[in-house]
């Protein structure tokens, strides 16, 4: 008996740690990578403000290129432009972004929604002249709202950090050809 409270207590303990552990996670997440692209801002911003040019250098259209499913709605490019996508790979999964601000050869900002997520993360390029071409840096920034959550942003960085790596070579080779 006496064994059974010492586990009880020992389980309550650890339980209270893993609460109070996550509830002093942040909230907010922040990843962000950056590539010199021997290219005009202008030819890189071609690619990156239309979804329809997005998967000849997405890091993720090349986990599922033949099970993924596309749908483009809104403009061709630009503020309002959105790509939902399908895919039962663990590394694509389901959803939706949205240009939600663009300003000409300088930056686009989406809204991204995974299924099963009730609170959207962004994604930013930003597009910086310099001698030669452009730096691009994409960043990721995501509000953890749930302790789950939070414990899985110590992760975020090697996650989303190498995909937008590979993503951004891919993006400098696509340029500068």
Do not use: C
């Amino acid at each position: 008996m006496k064994i059974i409270k010492i586990l009880l207590g020992l389980l309550v303990t650890l339980a209270a740690l893993i609460v109070i552990g996550g509830m002093l996670l942040p909230s907010e997440q922040h990843v962000e990578r950056s590539v010199v692209v021997e290219a005009d801002p202008a030819e890189v911003f071609a690619l990156v403000n239309d979804f329809r040019e997005f998967n000849k250098w997405s890091p993720w259209a090349e986990y599922d290129p033949d099970g993924t499913r596309y749908e483009f709605g809104g403009p061709a490019a630009g503020v309002g432009s959105t790509m939902s996508w399908s895919s039962e790979h663990p590394n694509v999964g389901s959803g939706m972004q949205e240009i939600v601000d663009s300003q000409p050869d300088s930056m686009v900002r989406t809204r991204l929604t995974f299924d099963g997520f009730d609170t959207p993360s962004y994604a930013t390029f930003e597009l910086e002249p310099t001698d030669g071409g452009t730096r691009v840096t994409w960043s990721f920034d995501a509000n953890l709202d749930n302790m789950v959550g939070r414990y899985m942003g110590l992760m975020m960085d090697n996650w989303v950090g190498a995909d937008y790596e590979r993503g951004l070579e891919r993006l400098k080779e696509l340029a500068e050809t």
